[in-house]
């Protein structure tokens, strides 16, 4: 027994030895931990993507619940824990800071009880995108009981090492463009994801997966049984991942046509396989998973009437579909690039730029030994072009009002995968080889600077008070918004006998602004709205300004600058509102919110001190503002 121990050893040290191990995949493993791991560590608690949503869902699972929904409050006992660290609950600064770690480091799943009403989760996906997440939740939650806050990052790397997973066989069966399916996978919106906790991390992975697949099948010689096997996998995968990638089956029966096959049966065959998967996996799921959809719909959408008008209305349909790629395009590129979860912060744009130089930096040495027919470069974009479609025709159906003229909700990372077949056909003509590069050295530099860059801006802005102002010009707004606390509603209409005097405590030096949450009035007001913003010690008016309230047309901040007092630490001052018009129903109004939530000074309303507060943000000049300040005084 000991020499057939030792033979099997030794044969399988030599398996090892001679697994090759590419440039682009070490890259990749040294990419994704050495940038990965610190996000995993730096981006707060719930400041991914919905990913408050997506933890209950994991939650669930964790317990071998598939359903979403399906447990009572009682029965799923969702750790508080997991709500208080939040980043939505850590105060108005946005600020992780020593006193979060000493609060949660060390706290138990249930030291602050469990959540004792029903929870709702928009996080309807398959199970499939979060069973690793929910297997480290259960192995470490449930199963070793540690500490809360060392479980969630336990999640989050399960989330990270899937990804891994994934785009490493990604790299290893796709024939060409691997430095392409690189960069793309390790962009910072894509890294962002995979170090969050949320079911694009797998689904992206599933996209990446998959197109990669396709490109290897197109190698076979000939497809029998058991290459109609391995397809047939890879429609399984794809399955599992999000709807928005469902188009991405076009690509498979694009590049393999019926002639391909051995047989006329194992082609039937593999159509009959993808109807059947299709019916279970997707079909069948989402009947089941959104049985209580419609607590889930947002926006009054109403995906059944939304078709009815699109049946009926085309050409209108069709105009709103231009319409917004003109108006959003751009926002969608910029997305599709980089963003922080929770839309507090604006990641640094220097970071987009050497995303970009590593992009064509790839095309410019990556482009295939031989390019591609031009068959497979016009379905490489077919399919690009109705991924894109049917991301923004979900969102339209399932988020938007009926018959809107706009749509709702898109995000540039809904993209991610589907961007790989855009730039493969791009990199496959063949005018790329003029200006070709065979060194991949300069896409390691720009990809490293990129998301060193990265890592540094999100530590900027979590971490550091105003962070983000010291790569920004902007001013730094407290208090930060996610949502407006519950019991915010709008003010009466100011006029002439509707006067709101506002205390504001500053905390920080260089105001400069102030930005305050406008109710439109009715349309064709031609009365005004006067703001005062004084400084009661030194008797100082910073601003005194009057705005037309017909020139306020939508719900939105309303921005009041002025030159900065550098002095403004630890004052309070007075902001005063009124208004010309006449007692009616006409008037701008404000918001009130509770003054728990903010405590910042007492509201008075015609003179009657009210508890709640004004909803508006003041704004320090600090970080490169305050610096170029300084050198203009």
Request: charged content about 15%; overall charge neutral.
């Amino acid at each position: 027994m000991k020499n057939k121990d030792r033979s099997m050893l030794s044969s399988l040290k030599n398996r090892v030895k001679n697994v090759h191990v590419s440039k682009v995949e070490l890259t990749l493993l040294l990419t994704l931990f050495i940038f990965g791991i610190p996000m995993i560590g730096l981006i707060p608690p719930g400041a991914g993507y919905d990913e408050e949503d997506h933890l209950v869902r994991v939650w669930e699972l964790s317990d071998f619940s598939p359903i979403p929904g399906s447990m009572s409050a009682q029965a799923m006992k969702y750790p508080i824990v997991f709500r208080d660290f939040a980043y939505r609950q850590q105060g108005s600064a946005g600020v992780i800071d020593s006193e979060f770690w000493q609060k949660y480091a060390r706290a138990s799943l249930y030291e602050y009880g469990f959540v004792r009403r029903d929870l709702d989760t928009k996080s309807v996906y398959s199970p499939a995108l979060l069973a690793p997440q929910a297997m480290a939740l259960w192995l470490l939650g449930r199963g070793a009981d540690l500490p809360a806050l060392p479980v969630f990052y336990a999640v989050r790397l399960a989330s990270l090492v899937s990804y891994l997973l994934l785009i490493w066989l990604a790299l290893r069966w796709i024939p060409f463009g691997k430095w392409l399916l690189l960069i793309l996978a390790a962009s910072p919106i894509a890294m962002f994801q995979a170090a969050t906790i949320t079911p694009d991390t797998i689904s992206n992975g599933i996209g990446f997966l998959f197109i990669a697949g396709c490109l290897k099948a197109t190698e076979f010689k000939a497809i029998g049984w058991k290459e109609a096997g391995y397809v047939a996998s890879l429609i399984f995968l794809l399955f599992l991942a999000k709807l928005n990638l469902l188009p991405l089956i076009l690509l498979l029966f694009l590049l393999i046509p019926p002639s391909r096959f051995t047989g006329k049966g194992t082609y039937a065959l593999l159509l009959v396989t993808t109807v059947i998967l299709f019916l279970v996996e997707v079909a069948g799921w989402n009947a089941i998973a959104t049985t209580h959809m419609d607590s889930l719909l947002a926006n009054d959408a109403n995906p059944g009437a939304q078709l009815l008008y699109i049946a009926g209305h085309p050409l209108a349909f069709l105009q709103t579909l231009v319409k917004d790629f003109l108006t959003n395009g751009w926002i969608y590129f910029q997305g599709w690039i980089n963003g922080y979860g929770y839309y507090y912060w604006t990641p640094p744009w220097i970071v987009s730029l050497f995303f970009l130089l590593s992009l064509a930096a790839v095309l410019l040495s990556d482009a295939p030994l031989e390019p591609v027919n031009r068959k497979v470069g016009i379905a490489f974009l077919l399919v690009f072009v109705a991924g894109y479609l049917a991301t923004i025709a979900s969102l339209y159906l399932t988020f938007t009002p009926v018959a809107s003229q706009q749509v709702l909700g898109v995000q540039g990372r809904y993209f991610i995968p589907l961007a790989l077949l855009l730039f493969l056909a791009l990199a496959s003509q063949a005018w790329w080889k003029k200006f070709a590069v065979s060194s991949p050295k300069w896409i390691l530099i720009f990809l490293t600077t990129t998301l060193s860059l990265n890592v540094l801006g999100i530590f900027l802005s979590f971490h550091v008070p105003c962070g983000s102002t010291f790569y920004e010009t902007g001013l730094c707004y407290r208090p930060l918004f996610k949502d407006f606390p519950g019991g915010t509603h709008t003010s009466p209409p100011i006029s002439s006998d509707v006067t709101l005097t506002q205390e504001i405590r500053v905390e920080c030096n260089g105001l400069a602004g102030l930005r305050l949450m406008l109710l439109p009035s009715a349309a064709g007001d031609q009365g005004q709205t006067r703001f005062i913003l004084q400084d009661p010690i030194s008797d100082q008016t910073l601003f005194d300004a009057f705005t037309v309230n017909g020139q306020i047309t939508t719900e939105d901040w309303y921005p009041l600058d002025f030159n900065p007092d550098w002095h403004s630490a630890g004052k309070q001052y007075i902001l005063m509102v009124s208004g010309t018009n006449p007692p009616n129903d006409q008037g701008l109004r404000l918001f009130y919110a509770p003054s728990s939530a903010f405590d910042r000074g007492i509201l008075y309303e015609n003179g009657e001190p009210r508890e709640e507060d004004l909803v508006l943000q003041y704004g320090c000049a600090t970080g490169l503002r305050k610096i170029w300040s300084s050198g203009q005084r």
